[in-house]
């Protein structure tokens, strides 16, 4: 259940529901400025509160507002497919920081997002003996 995911930080930011317009099958509407192009994890839950995908992006803005209404893909065609067989579905997120460091004379950065999605799969596997419905098929 989602939370859980609150009490260690995450914020809920919009949902994703049926879109009017012809161009696009869905909408993803949110209130918060919460979200920008930083890096972070994200969680897909229904409105039950239930888990339904674990995910990470260097840019939370393009994933969750761009790549999930405009972008075809088996990923993104599942959500939208699960939202529209099922109903509503609402996004939490949890920015990432990221880390600069010089590395033999360059400046590097990088993010935790891909271990702590990876981290938080893990913890949901341990728990419920399965991922997240969404995230079938990650190891």
């Known amino acids: 259940m989602i939370e859980k995911y609150k009490e260690l930080g995450f914020h809920y930011i919009g949902f994703m529901c049926d879109s ?3 161009a696009r099958d869905v909408d993803v509407v949110s209130d918060s400025e919460l979200i920008c192009n930083k890096p972070g994890v994200y969680i897909i839950a229904d409105t039950d509160g239930r888990v339904l995908k674990i995910g990470e992006s260097m840019d939370m803005n393009k994933r969750i507002f761009r790549a999930y209404k405009w972008i075809k893909n088996s990923t993104n065609d599942k959500v939208r497919n699960y939202m529209k067989e099922n109903g509503t579905l609402r996004f939490y997120v949890l920015p990432t920081p ?3 460091a010089a590395v033999a004379g360059f400046n590097c950065t990088a993010s935790f ?3 702590l999605e990876r981290e938080l799969l893990k913890d949901f596997r341990d728990n419920y003996d399965a991922l997240p419905i969404l995230n079938a098929g990650v190891a």
């Open 20 to 22: 009017d317009d012809f």
């Open 98 to 100: 990221l880390i600069t």
């Open 113 to 115: 997002n891909k271990s």
